[in-house]
């Protein structure tokens, strides 16, 4: 299938619910949407005069419209119609720091004066480095621009030091748009997925070819069995698996206990190495992400999104052994603006002064209180849902069985997500529009009356959505 988030993969209905209620409550709300946002329906049409599809990237085309934004500044953002939001998207993931952050600011702002780009290392490169070798337990680092950069050189690196040519992915997880990792990302039922215990590996996009696609071996998140049944069939054939320790782009999907750390000896018995994609999970999920938090030690460690602070960074952490094929030039990993000195000040304050252990003490406070307060509004409405977080990270799985893997994902209900959405966003709350894929990211700069509006949205949500519940309370 083309990659395309304008609806999401899984055409799932909740069996009972009030289909034509819950209809007539979207579109109810996407013309509260619209109403609010002429302006951006003006620059919108503009745009797509002279951006294809009037956007920047391909995600940002959303339904109702894309919205524009003027600016932000602490834990809100603001739209050009003048709407205010709390900042629950972050960016995708991004905003750990929020906007304007001071020390962000004065960093980056210091910096500027002195100079930006150079292709030359800089002090705070090495500074970066040492404290991201502390937090997440890998010993040499390299520096990119984004989380596809850090996994393309993630991958060519496995190849390399292995000299072996196929690679496993998990499906379901997104690692960038880079040929190797651009397969079974969103796959629908009728994409030729193959059955459960044998995913096919499906293109992610046109213009990927399948020459490239079949060097990709899929696996499913939670099964270590069928890991080793790739490992058995292409003996001393496959270079390494890339994963994200916790599955952060369906919705949140933690691994189950012992799986990290069985699936690394057993890729390590075949030969084969391991990288946890950590761009996502990284800061967000703790102060050392989920490489620390699991305790399990990977070959590589890939990090961009929030380390930069708002700035365009990303990274690859890897064992000596392995950093020795970049060191000695076996394999080049290079890039005109990598390690440039505006990220890489901005990335310094970020792990020295925004992202503090006190942070995280607040962050983990909030998501205590989301959850409670979430999680008590799905009980007393009786809604088939649940909650999931990690670190700064949550999201509600609109299902009452536990998500382990895509396939239990591509079963999830995809319209609660847009309605919750579309009700969060008109109560001045803005969550990434693919509310299934990807829900909320506290940043750091978030106060009590932030959540509160967060919470009391959804208490709204709630009680609107068990009318539409077998038994529920009609709608008029
Ligand atoms: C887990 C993961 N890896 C890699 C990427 C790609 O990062 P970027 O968009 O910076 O290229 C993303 C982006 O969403 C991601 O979520």
Redesign the pocket.
């Known amino acids: 299938m083309v990659l395309d988030r304008t609806t999401s993969p899984g055409g799932a209905t909740s069996p009972g619910i009030d289909d034509s209620a819950l209809d007539h409550l979207i579109g109810e709300q996407e013309q509260i949407f619209l109403d609010r946002q002429p302006r951006s329906r003006q620059l919108h049409a503009r745009a797509a005069k002279v951006l294809a599809g009037g956007v920047t990237s391909s995600w940002q085309i959303t339904r109702p419209q894309p919205v524009f934004i003027e600016r932000g500044a602490g834990s809100k953002i603001y739209d050009v119609d003048g709407n205010e939001y709390v900042d629950l998207h972050g960016g ?3 905003g750990l720091a929020g906007h304007a952050h001071p020390a962000i600011v004065e960093a980056v702002a210091r910096q500027v004066r002195r100079g930006t780009h150079f292709a030359q290392p800089s002090e705070d490169a090495v500074v970066v480095a040492e404290l991201l070798a502390e937090r997440f337990g890998m010993p040499k680092w390299r520096l990119t621009n ?6 393309m050189d993630a991958v060519h690196l496995m190849r390399a030091v292995t000299g072996r040519d196929l690679i496993i992915k998990v499906e379901g ?5 880079h040929d190797a990792v651009q397969v079974s990302v969103m796959p629908d039922e009728d994409d030729g997925i193959g059955p459960a215990s044998r995913p096919a590996s499906v293109p992610a996009s046109s213009g990927i070819p399948r020459a490239m696609t079949d060097l990709t071996l899929v696996a499913t998140f939670n099964d270590l069995g069928s890991v080793s049944r790739i490992l058995e069939e292409h003996p001393d054939g496959v270079a390494g698996m890339i994963l ?1 320790p916790i599955m ?2 369906a919705g949140i999907i933690h691994p189950v206990d012992g799986y990290l750390a069985e699936l690394v000896s057993l890729l390590h018995r075949h030969g084969a190495l391991v990288c946890f ?5 990284g800061l967000a999920a703790g102060y050392g992400g989920a490489t620390a938090a699991t305790g399990v030690r990977p070959d590589i460690v ?1 990090l ?2 929030a380390i930069g602070g708002g700035l365009i960074a ?1 990274a690859v952490g890897a064992t000596e052994e392995l950093m020795a094929h970049v060191a000695d030039g076996d394999y080049e990993m290079v890039g005109t603006f990598n390690g440039n000195a505006l990220s890489m000040a901005a990335a310094r304050a970020m792990l020295e002064e925004v992202a503090t252990p006190a942070a995280y003490e607040r962050l983990d406070r909030q998501r205590e209180v989301i959850g409670e307060r979430l999680g008590s509004s799905i009980s007393r409405h009786g809604l088939p849902a649940h909650v999931v977080s990690a670190g700064a990270k949550g999201c509600v799985t609109f299902s009452t069985s536990p998500v382990r893997n895509y396939r239990d994902f591509l079963a999830v209900d995809d319209r609660f997500n847009h309605l919750h959405w579309l009700v969060q966003h008109n109560g001045g709350v803005f969550l990434p529009p693919w509310g299934k894929t990807e829900q909320w990211l506290v940043s750091v700069q978030h106060d009590d009356a932030d959540i509160d509006r967060f919470t009391d949205n959804f208490e709204r949500f709630a009680a609107t959505v068990s009318s539409l519940l077998p038994g529920g309370n009609k709608l008029d």
């Open positions: 995708y993931g991004a984004s989380g596809t950069e850090a996994t997880c997104y690692h960038g748009h994200e952060m782009n994609d950590e761009v996502k999970t890939c961009a999104k990303g």
